[in-house]
């Protein structure tokens, strides 16, 4: 099969000139006649190429001086039980917000640490809506405050950025994060898994307020406790060097397509599209989420007529479209348009789906 435009919702296409630029510098890094893969962390080939690949974050972001950015093994679910180990600082509580299934994830790994106080939830109405934030019931007491941003398997995104005042605001942007701009100062704590807009799996991503850190619980693995990475600029034992390099190149990619601010005017024309296409099918494809909270990122859909789904996906991958099938909670279509995924893959699918409804509909 040739090249494919890859839905995936994670691990997730990665754009195609930084896996061509991997792979011309695969066997010999700039005359080093060495892999990234082989490098010593500590070498100064490593750390030019870890230096750069934050202070590219940083810049790409606007990510204040008082923030530590930490590059981290163990996913986004690691964070699940580092944030209440590290940011509980003595309380006993924090909140949570419950929209799907990933924050309702985190959710049951902090009851773990501590009292969970769910401040709002839409468990009950199937995760198709974001509370205003008015109706929450939050405490002004609260360790931190954990939402997600984007609830990648649904396809529900929040129009807003909860304001919080004191209780710090702490954000899983796995599936959002360098979609759009954000203002990090609104937040103590934002982390994202690599795998869906950053690079490959197994990285995390931590960017924290420096006025958190040094208050872990006791028993906190080193290896888990942010004051000690941050000290040790995430290399305190062996960091996972070539998703970092990886991320690195990322990272200059989207410098090149001018940043956040445009890839946030793409991608909402891509989202854009393919809900247009949804609605404008009098059925024939529904996605369950009401609109202001649809997400830019992860566009979920069923067919009216069940029966049809294996044929959609097996034509639609004949179609050189892959990876279109729902998260396996769901079952369904769901098609992932991250910042890699180019406008004309979003045009090919909606062509796709037309032409399809055209024949079953
Ligand atoms: C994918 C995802 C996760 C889990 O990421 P892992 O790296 O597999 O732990 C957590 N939260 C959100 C919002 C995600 O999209």
């Not at 202001?292 to 294996?310: G, T, W």
Request: charged content about 15%; glycine content about 8%.
């Amino acid at each position: 099969m040739n090249h494919v435009f890859n839905f995936s919702a994670g691990p997730a296409m990665l754009p195609q000139p930084i896996l061509e630029q991997a792979q011309r510098e695969m066997l010999n890094w700039q005359g080093t006649g060495m892999s990234v893969i082989e490098m010593s962390h500590r070498g100064t080939e490593f750390m030019s190429i870890a230096a750069q690949a934050e202070a590219d974050l940083r810049d790409i972001m606007g990510i204040p001086p008082n923030y530590k950015v930490l590059f981290l093994q163990g996913g986004a679910s690691s964070q699940f039980a580092m944030i209440p180990m590290n940011l509980l600082r003595g309380k006993r509580t924090a909140d949570y917000v419950e929209t799907g299934d990933w924050s309702s994830k985190a959710i049951h790994e902090a009851n773990k640490y501590c009292n969970v106080k769910v401040v709002t939830s839409t468990k009950a109405s199937s995760y198709t809506h974001i509370p205003a934030f008015t109706s929450w019931n939050c405490n002004p007491h609260a360790a931190y405050l954990h939402y997600t941003p984007n609830e990648t398997i649904r396809g529900v995104e929040f129009p807003f950025v909860p304001e919080t005042g004191d209780v710090p605001l702490v954000a899983d942007m796995s599936s959002s994060i360098l979609s759009c701009p954000v203002n990090v100062s609104q937040f103590g704590l934002i982390y994202a898994g690599a795998q869906k807009n950053i690079g490959p799996a197994g990285l995390v991503v931590v960017i924290v307020r420096d006025d958190l850190l040094g208050n872990s619980a006791s028993g906190t693995p080193s290896l888990y406790d942010y004051q000690i990475l941050a000290d040790h600029q995430s290399m305190y034992n062996t960091p996972p060097t070539y998703a970092w390099y990886l991320s690195g190149l990322v990272f200059q990619w989207i410098k090149q397509q001018g940043g956040v601010t445009s890839l946030a005017a793409t991608n909402a024309r891509k989202a854009q599209k393919l809900y247009a296409t949804i609605d404008a099918s009098h059925g024939f494809y529904q996605n369950p989420v009401e609109p202001p909270y649809r997400s830019r990122m992860n566009v979920p859909f069923m067919l009216a007529d069940k029966q049809h789904e294996n044929l959609f996906l097996a034509e639609a991958l004949e179609s050189g479209l892959a990876n279109l099938q729902g998260h396996r909670f769901l079952g369904g279509m769901r098609a992932s348009i991250y910042n890699a995924m180019p406008e004309a893959g979003v045009e090919a699918l909606v062509d796709f789906m037309q032409d399809f409804m055209q024949r079953y509909g």
